[in-house]
């Protein structure tokens, strides 16, 4: 059964450092998406991704985070400069359309952790 | 402000029992609404509900939605062990992107 998948599944980094978080959507998925859940909060919308351009982001997805699709199947979450605050377990989510018939299939998640 | 509030936030029950989660919720242009369990780590879809009073049945568990009353319940019978997991609601909001707006879940442990 396709899956997503994400790389890698635990990320140590130290604050102000840049750190990548990488998604495999299902290869015929057309809408991606990031998620966070800081520990013992809920998940919380981060970006949208279609046709190769953001189609959404929220409040939290500032200045410091970038998403690509630099190939045909990878999907990259970028932080630029690490806060402490940004530790919180990542899932990308995919699925084949945005309407509201589909659901959204979730990777296992990259736990990030700012020291 | 748009928000998904789930309720017990945490539950205990033994083997057997029967279980129901709630979850209410008030968004602007609601498309459907998603329940989701969550183990060790990515959520995993049990139902997706978008008309109103069709209940969507699998196995032990069944949710119905109420677009009248804003909200949706799940139903666990016969619990298992093996339900012990936090279940999350998620509501698909506004434009044409489908995104997701998820409540704090519900912690359910069942003891043998």
């Known amino acids: 059964e396709p899956e997503v998948t994400q790389t890698p599944s635990h990320q140590v980094t130290q604050m102000g450092q840049e750190v990548i978080l990488r998604c495999v959507p299902i290869s015929n998925h057309l809408y991606f998406y990031w998620y966070r859940q800081i520990l013992g909060q809920k998940v919380e919308f981060l970006v949208s991704?279609?046709?190769?351009?953001?189609?959404?982001k929220s409040e939290i997805f500032d200045d410091q985070f970038s998403v690509e699709r630099p190939d045909g199947s990878n999907f990259t979450l970028k932080i630029r400069s690490t806060k402490l605050e940004d530790s919180a377990m990542y899932f990308c989510a995919s699925t084949t359309s945005g309407g509201e018939y589909n659901e959204q299939f979730f990777g296992p998640g990259t736990r990030l952790t700012v020291l | 402000e748009d928000k998904v509030v789930q309720s017990p936030l945490s539950l205990v029950v033994h083997e057997g029992d029967t279980v129901t989660l709630n979850c209410s919720y008030e968004v602007t242009n609601f498309r459907s609404l998603l329940w989701y369990k969550q183990e060790k780590k990515a959520p995993t879809f049990l139902f997706m509900l978008t008309s109103s009073g069709i209940e969507k049945k699998s196995g032990r568990l069944s949710s119905i939605l109420d677009k009248k009353e804003l909200f949706s319940i799940l139903n666990i019978t016969a619990t298992q062990t093996g339900d012990s997991a936090i279940y999350l609601c998620?509501?698909?909001?506004?434009?044409?992107?489908?995104?997701?707006?998820f409540g704090k879940g519900t912690k359910l442990s069942v003891k043998p």
């Open positions: 998620a509501v698909r909001y506004g434009g044409s992107q489908g995104n997701l707006i």
């Open positions: 991704f279609y046709n190769n351009e953001i189609s959404e």
